[in-house]
C-alpha cells in the first residue's frame, strides 16, 4: 500500500478517550510511547507540548494487518504490518496521561478529561496494590469508567515465578469488584513486547462510545494562546486560539461561539465583573490534521477571530465553550453533595482526611475551572460554598475538592453540583 493511500486512512480525528492510570514509576508514559510510537515523536510541535501540562494528550492509533494471523495483525503503526499483508486503519485513539498524579486525580474527578476507557497499568516487580494504583482505581470507579484493561507490565525484569505470584496479586485485588472480569495482559512497555495482544484487548473492550451529536457542544478550556510572532503586522495578525476537550455535541467552521464566564472587568468603584466573550470559529485542528467539524474525541484547538491579547498566556482557561444561549450558567454559589476520601491523596504519610468545617476555605475544580471558596453551610452529605471567582456549573456537573495541607493544596474529596 503507497504512503498516499495511508495518508489518507490517517486524515481523522480521533474518536475515542483512553485513560491511562497507575502507581508512579510502573511505566506508563513508556507503554503510551509503545502504543503511540512515531507519532509522539513526529509531532513534538508546541502545541502538544502545550497541552500536556494540564491534560497529557497523545495520540495513537490501531491498525489490522488483512492477511496477518491474530494477534500479530494489531499493530499501533502500519510501518509496523509483517510483508505481504494490507495495512487498515481501524481507529485514532487518544490517550489520556497526566504527569502529576494529583494533577491526573483532580482531572479526572472534575470531569475535564472525558475517558472513554482506562488502561490499568502494574508493574510486575512490585507488590500489588501499591499507593496510587488503589487510588487511580478508585478514582476510575468514581468517575464511571468500566471500559477497563489491566496491563502487568515490566514482565521483562522478573521471572516467571514472580509474574505469576504478582498476577495473583492482582486477580485478588480486582476480585469482588466491577473489574474482576477485566483482562490482565503481561507486557514490557519497553522492549514492546505483547503490545499486540493489547491493542486487540482494547479493540474488544473499549468501544466507541455512541456520541449524542444533538447535543449543544461543550468544551472546556485547557489552554489559550496568541500563536502570533512578536513583530507581526496588524493586517496579518491571526485572532486568538483555545484548546481543550469537546466533551459532546459537534463544532463546524463558521459557527458562532460564546465563551463563559468571559474575562474579568473592573468596574467603577472597584465591582469585578466577569463579561461572556462571543466569536466565530476559524479553523479545527486536531495537532496536524485540521478539519471542518469537530466531535468528541482528542484535543481540539480552536482559532477565533478573538483579539489574541485576551487568549495569550493561557488567560481563558477555566472557560467553557458552547453556543450562544446554549451554555449553562455563570454561578458564584454552589450547593455540592460531597464525599470525602479516606486519605489525602498524594501526601507520603497517608494522612486521614478531616471532616468539612464551616467557613473553611477550599479549593474546587470543575473541568478546567479552578476556584476558591468558603464554605458557609455544611451537612453530612452537602456543602456551601461561596466562590472567590465564578464558574460555568450545572446540575450533575463533577467536582474535585482540595483543602491546604501541610501548606499544600490537597486532593480530599468530589462531589457532584446540585440545583
Known amino acids: 500500500m503507497d504512503k498516499e493511500e495511508i495518508e489518507a486512512q490517517r486524515r481523522r480525528q480521533p474518536e475515542v478517550n483512553i485513560g491511562t492510570a497507575g502507581h508512579v514509576d510502573h511505566g506508563k508514559t513508556t507503554l503510551v510511547q509503545a502504543l503511540t510510537g512515531v507519532w509522539t515523536a513526529r509531532h513534538s510541535e508546541e502545541l502538544k507540548r502545550g497541552m500536556t501540562i494540564k491534560l497529557g494528550y497523545a495520540e495513537g492509533e490501531i491498525w489490522y494487518c488483512e492477511g496477518a494471523e491474530e494477534p500479530e495483525a494489531y499493530q499501533p503503526s502500519p510501518e509496523k504490518c509483517p510483508a505481504g499483508t494490507v495495512p487498515k486503519l481501524l481507529r485514532r485513539v487518544s490517550y489520556v496521561d497526566a504527569p502529576g498524579h494529583e494533577v491526573l486525580m483532580a482531572t479526572m474527578l472534575s470531569g475535564a478529561a472525558l475517558m472513554d476507557g482506562a488502561l490499568l497499568v502494574i508493574a510486575a516487580n512490585e507488590k500489588c496494590p501499591q499507593p496510587q494504583t488503589r487510588e487511580h482505581f478508585a478514582a476510575l470507579d468514581i468517575v464511571g469508567v468500566r471500559n477497563l484493561v489491566i496491563v502487568q507490565n515490566k514482565v521483562d525484569v522478573v521471572t516467571p515465578e514472580q509474574a505469576r505470584k504478582n498476577y495473583n496479586e492482582i486477580k485478588e485485588f480486582i476480585k469482588g469488584t466491577w473489574a474482576e472480569k477485566s483482562p490482565i495482559i503481561p507486557v514490557s512497555a519497553l522492549h514492546k513486547v505483547n503490545i499486540d495482544v493489547l491493542l486487540m484487548a482494547m479493540e474488544a473492550l473499549i468501544p466507541t462510545p455512541k456520541r449524542d451529536p444533538t447535543k449543544p457542544p461543550l468544551m472546556f478550556v485547557a489552554r489559550s494562546f496568541d500563536v502570533n510572532k512578536p ?39 472597584g465591582r469585578i465583573e466577569y463579561v461572556p466573550l462571543t466569536t466565530e470559529i476559524v479553523s479545527l485542528r486536531f495537532g496536524d490534521l485540521e478539519v471542518e467539524e469537530a466531535r468528541p474525541g482528542g484535543l481540539l484547538a480552536i482559532g477565533t477571530k478573538l483579539d489574541p491579547s485576551l487568549t495569550k498566556a493561557d488567560n481563558l482557561v477555566g472557560n467553557v465553550v458552547g453556543k450562544p444561549g446554549r451554555l449553562p450558567p455563570v454561578l458564584n454559589t454552589l450547593r455540592i453533595e460531597y464525599r470525602l476520601l479516606e486519605r489525602v491523596i498524594g501526601t507520603k504519610e497517608l494522612l486521614k482526611v478531616q471532616p468539612l468545617r464551616v467557613r473553611e476555605p477550599i479549593m474546587l475544580t470543575i473541568g478546567t475551572a479552578v476556584t476558591l471558596g468558603i464554605i458557609t453551610r455544611l451537612s453530612k452529605d452537602e456543602v456551601e460554598v461561596v466562590l472567590r471567582r465564578p464558574v460555568v456549573a450545572w446540575e450533575g456537573a463533577r467536582v474535585a475538592i482540595s483543602r491546604q495541607v501541610l501548606g499544600r493544596w490537597r486532593l480530599i474529596g468530589w462531589g457532584i453540583v446540585r440545583e
Open 231 to 269: 513583530g507581526t503586522p496588524p493586517d496579518k495578525l491571526k485572532g486568538g486560539v483555545i484548546g481543550g476537550s469537546l466533551m459532546q455535541g459537534v463544532l463546524r467552521v463558521g459557527d458562532e461561539i460564546e465563551i463563559r464566564p468571559g474575562i474579568r472587568v473592573e468596574r467603577p468603584g
